[in-house]
């Protein structure tokens, strides 16, 4: 079946630091690829989002690359901020799924000043 | 446009009890889902509700179960309440279907049973 596999956390960088989480997918089809994020104590916020090969998602100054050769979908920004401390959950919706999204375990990230 | 908006945002019941949890999606989006999350399981999806019927159905016991109203307004309930149903419910809407389009989530609704 469809899964989801993000790096393990927590990911801890110091202010500006360059960050990268990894994700990769094992799909059947063409699944369209989320990057969500929980800040405490709320909800999801959908953060960037591709739904074909080569796609980029960009949103807030974090980017990911649908990459079909390597079924991955890393989420990066070149510079992080105290304020982007959070968890940040990798997620795939396809036929398979129903299109109901599967998610990855969530990569939680702690920014220090 | 409000959000979705979710109630109430925490509550504590005792095993055996019953809950009833609600859900609004954003006005004119038709679709709503349901997902828990634990620390142990993760995000897991429960069901999603289309037009008032429920579209699909996540690998939950049928304690779980749900309903969504002429304006599009959904609730889930839990019968018999089990300590590992401790969990944030997260609800979902989306504007058609929850097929390939996005879903915006409320804030959740934090359960605790004694």
């Known amino acids: 079946g469809n899964s989801v596999t993000q790096m393990e956390g927590p990911v801890t960088l110091s202010e500006e630091a360059f960050l990268t989480i990894n994700c990769t997918y094992t799909a059947t089809g063409y699944p369209s690829l989320f990057w969500y994020v929980q800040y405490p104590g709320e909800g999801l916020q959908l953060l960037l989002k591709?739904?074909?090969a080569d796609d980029k998602g960009s949103n807030k100054g974090f980017e990911a690359t649908y990459r079909k050769e390597t079924t991955s979908f890393h989420l990066e920004k070149g510079s992080v901020q105290v304020s982007d401390s959070a968890v940040y959950f990798c997620a795939l919706s396809d036929r398979d799924s129903n299109y109901q999204l599967i998610w990855g375990a969530g990569t939680k990230l702690i920014i220090k000043p | 446009k409000a959000g979705v908006t979710q109630t109430p945002r925490y509550l504590i019941k005792t095993r055996g009890q019953q809950v009833t949890l609600s859900c609004s999606p954003i006005?004119?989006?038709?679709?709503v889902s349901w997902y828990q999350q634990t620390p142990g399981q993760g995000l897991q999806f429960l069901f999603e509700?289309?037009?008032?019927?429920?579209?699909n159905k996540g690998n939950f016991p049928g304690r779980f179960s749900g309903r969504q109203f002429s304006n599009s307004r959904s609730e889930m309930n839990v019968s018999t309440l089990e300590l590992g149903d401790s969990a944030l419910y997260l609800c979902?809407?989306?504007?058609?279907?929850?097929?390939?389009?996005?879903?915006?989530f409320g804030p959740g609704t934090r359960l605790l049973v004694l």
């Open positions: 509700y289309f037009s008032e019927t429920q579209r």
């Open positions: 591709a739904t074909k």
């Open positions: 979902a809407s989306s504007s058609t279907s929850a097929r390939q389009e996005t879903q915006y």
């Open positions: 006005s004119g989006h038709r679709s």
